[in-house]
């Protein structure tokens, strides 16, 4: 069972457009959501977090919004640059959880 | 270079060779972590140590994989008689684990697997 589901594989943007990808998780016993940003022939590198107790954190351009009822979250990245093309893991992991769950990945290509 | 490091980058075997692949974790990060990832998939959690005790080992390991970190800091990971559906990458990453951490991992480059 897929406890972290990212159900779009791609997505096309505009540079300086916003870029929205979007997480949903099955089970309300996370503690934290993370997003992590992989280039080919690269390992996963972290991006941003956000603990179950928030609704949102922001850095930089980048901001993750929290739905805990819907149990949905979303990353935006305003304004989008090409450098932001790669593939985004939505994860997610708690105290009761050693491990961090990813879910698929959305590829992002943000067109110049 | 103080990140995660991963050995070796690439291995190509044949089936049913035994292959090994070495980890070495940021310095003062207590936990290591075995993930593989296939195609169009995200990061799969295989195993994760704590120190040198090996704390959990997904149900995707079969008797074929181990892994050992013998005294808390690099880490291995052997493959027996592997099978071509091994083929994967084989991704590291380490943390250190505080009261309130969020979980962020730091990952190596990876180790890519092709069995023949």
């Known amino acids: 069972d897929q406890q972290v589901k990212q159900n779009s594989p791609s997505l096309s943007v505009q540079e300086g457009r916003i870029s929205i990808l979007n997480c949903d998780y099955t089970n309300s016993m996370f503690d934290y959501f993370l997003w992590y940003k992989k280039y080919p022939a690269e390992g996963p590198t972290f991006l941003i977090s956000?603990?179950?107790?928030?609704d949102k954190n922001e850095d930089g351009r980048f901001t993750v919004f929290l739905n805990k009822s819907a149990k949905h979250l979303s990353l935006h990245i305003v304004p989008s640059q090409p450098g932001d093309s790669a593939v985004y893991f939505c994860?997610?992991?708690?105290?009761?959880?050693?491990?961090?769950?990813f879910g698929p990945g959305t590829s992002l290509s943000v067109i110049p | 270079d103080t990140g995660v490091s991963q050995d070796p980058r690439h291995k190509i075997t044949k089936r049913g060779q035994n292959v090994t692949f070495r980890c070495d974790p940021i310095s003062e990060h207590n936990r290591l972590y075995w993930y593989r990832q296939t195609l169009g998939q995200g990061p799969e959690f295989l195993t994760y140590f704590q120190n040198e005790a090996q704390l959990e080992k997904s149900r995707l390991l079969s008797d074929r994989f181990s892994a050992e970190r013998p005294k808390g800091s690099f880490s291995t990971l052997e493959i027996q008689r592997t099978e071509q559906g091994d083929s994967a990458m084989y991704l590291c990453a380490s943390s250190l684990e505080l009261a309130g951490s969020t979980g962020e991992l730091f990952f190596g480059e990876g180790s890519r697997l092709t069995v023949l």
């Open positions: 956000i603990s179950s107790i928030k």
């Open positions: 994860a997610a992991g708690g105290t009761s959880y050693d491990k961090v769950i």
